[in-house]
């Protein structure tokens, strides 16, 4: 079983930076691909980036890519997402997800077997 606290949330205008960060229970953090995924009141779920348990492979969704950086340090049992440029229509809960199939990254939220109850991103005018 894999317990995941994301942190770092809040608010922030336009244009700004939030750091968000993920941190597991258990010993086999680095057997895991993790990844990030959002969602804004009545919206579906949104794939937002993920990354592979070594911390090579990476993979984003278009809307983000060159603004958000996602990153992993195993020793410290935690992934990380960097979000720069923070678009007001990016306001949602970002949760933190983990995959046993660790040397794959996967858009798909059903290959991923934990989640955390997510962090509150609000970004204003």
């Known amino acids: 079983q894999v317990q995941l606290v994301e942190s770092g949330g809040g608010l922030v205008q336009a244009g700004g930076s939030l750091r968000l960060s993920c941190a597991a229970s258990?010993?086999?953090?680095?057997?895991?691909?993790m990844g990030w995924f959002r969602q804004a009141p009545g919206k579906e779920r949104e794939f937002v980036a993920t990354i592979d348990w070594s911390g090579g492979r990476t993979y984003y969704a278009d809307s983000v890519k060159g603004r958000f950086t996602i990153s992993r340090d195993n020793a410290k049992n935690t992934v990380y997402l960097q979000m720069n440029s923070l678009k007001l229509e990016e306001t949602a809960v970002y949760h933190c997800?983990?995959?046993?199939?660790?040397?794959?990254?996967?858009?798909?939220?059903?290959?991923?077997?934990?989640w955390g109850q997510g962090t509150q991103v609000t970004v204003s005018s």
């Open positions: 997800a983990a995959s046993t199939i660790g040397q794959v990254t996967t858009i798909s939220p059903p290959r991923y077997n934990y």
């Open positions: 258990g010993r086999t953090f680095n057997l895991y691909a």
